[in-house]
């Protein structure tokens, strides 16, 4: 048994970081400034993009990419159940439409021909989630958006560093929207990221984060002087803060770094799990590159002899946390008052969301962590 609770998804700081904060709070200027500049550009710069777009969430990503997309009321958006309620939110926020479409059993990503089936006349955008840092089926989904004129939305939450046939996630389709949430593989605390493949998204985009205005607070109050700005569209509140960016910097300088340790403690846990009663992740293709940013384990309980919830409580007794990553979207009560969906019209979602846990997979855990997490996750399959 550890002696210290080991926390699910805490993120890897160091002094670098801490030091950029400290710069920050003596520089006298907090808000949106030149270190979200910088971070866009160097974000932009991993991933070979020609413009990224710092904002406050990758909620705030989405939201703003679907407006940028065209997507307004009454409108549909095809996506996935297997999927943060973030990505259903920012669509009903918009008054339109989600639509679901289910998921692949083996990649736990929306299945494209799932997704075609549910395209009407309707349908302005697709949204798929490259789900724990496995792309999605891109190709597929190219096809579709290309045969009935859709916008792709790449929701990229878990897929910093993910490839596809060589191409970078969130640059294949019409938008990419990333997170830098605490738990995610490089951090900002809260934060997030838009890449936009036409130079008119990204500057729609830019206005729109920031309450519609034509400068931001940096390019009115800076040192250059000041500078009047006009509102020319109703914009939101979703800036970034050099307060953040100034952690995102030094953390992306480490991303390739990060992305190998987790590599590491994945290839560990498959290794470990191989002769336990559990369904583990499906291997990596060989033209893919995954972020490694979830290790999922499917608990049946028929398989295994416990259940998944009776899974999670057993680990929490050996100080190891755990997440689920998801109850899939129809389980939830608001959606099924809304809009009417039921679990098991999507079965692979339902048995997934229901079966799913997450164990902890940060570049902090040291090897006595993951040799713990293994050690608990053997001793309650096999009890």
């Known amino acids: 048994m550890r002696d210290t609770f080991l926390v699910f998804g805490a993120p890897n700081i160091a002094q670098e970081e801490i030091k950029g904060l400290t710069s920050i709070m003596e520089s006298g200027w907090l808000g949106t400034g030149p270190k979200v500049a910088q971070f866009e550009k160097e974000f932009a710069t991993y ?19 679907l407006l940028a997309a065209g997507v307004g009321p009454g409108d549909e958006v095809v996506t996935t159940p297997m999927t943060f309620c973030a990505t259903i939110n920012v669509i009903v926020h918009l008054g339109a ?123 009115r109050f800076g040192a250059s002087g000041y500078r009047h700005y006009q509102v020319v569209e109703a914009g939101y509140k979703y800036n970034m803060m050099d307060l953040q960016a100034v952690i995102g910097i030094e953390q992306l300088r480490k991303v390739d770094q990060f992305w190998n340790r987790r ?31 979830l290790y999922t384990l499917l608990i049946d309980e028929e398989a295994a002899g416990i259940s998944r919830d009776e899974f999670l409580v057993e680990m929490r007794n050996k100080k190891i946390g755990v997440g689920v990553h998801y109850l899939s979207i129809p389980e939830h009560p608001f959606y099924q008052e809304r809009y009417g969906w039921n679990p098991d019209h999507y079965p692979h979602a339902k048995r997934i969301g229901r079966q799913t846990v997450s164990l902890p997979l940060t570049s902090k855990m040291s090897d006595r962590d993951v040799a713990d997490v293994i050690e608990a996750v053997r001793s309650v399959v096999t009890k």
Request: aromatic share 6%.
């Open 47 to 65: 991933k070979s993009a020609t413009n990224a777009a710092a904002v406050n969430s990758c909620t705030a990503a989405l939201h703003l990419s």
């Open 97 to 219: 439409v989600p639509v679901l479409a289910d998921v692949d059993p083996i990649t736990f990503n929306i299945d494209p021909t799932e997704a075609e089936r549910r395209v009407t006349s309707r349908t302005k955008a697709i949204v798929p989630v490259h789900f724990a840092g496995r792309p999605a089926n891109m190709d597929a989904i190219l096809a579709i958006a290309a045969r009935h004129q859709l916008k792709i939305v790449e929701d990229c939450a878990h897929a910093i560093e993910t490839e596809y046939k060589g191409r970078k996630a969130g640059t294949i389709g019409d938008f990419g929207c990333f997170s830098f949430y605490v738990t995610k593989n490089i951090v900002t605390g809260e934060g997030g990221m838009v890449i936009s493949s036409a130079a008119l998204d990204h500057e729609r985009v830019k206005l729109l984060s920031l309450h519609g205005m034509s400068h931001d607070a940096w390019n």
């Open 263 to 293: 590599q590491e403690i994945w290839l560990q846990y498959q290794a470990a799990f191989a002769d336990l009663s559990v369904g583990r992740p499906a291997p990596i293709e060989e033209d893919e590159r995954h972020a490694y940013h």
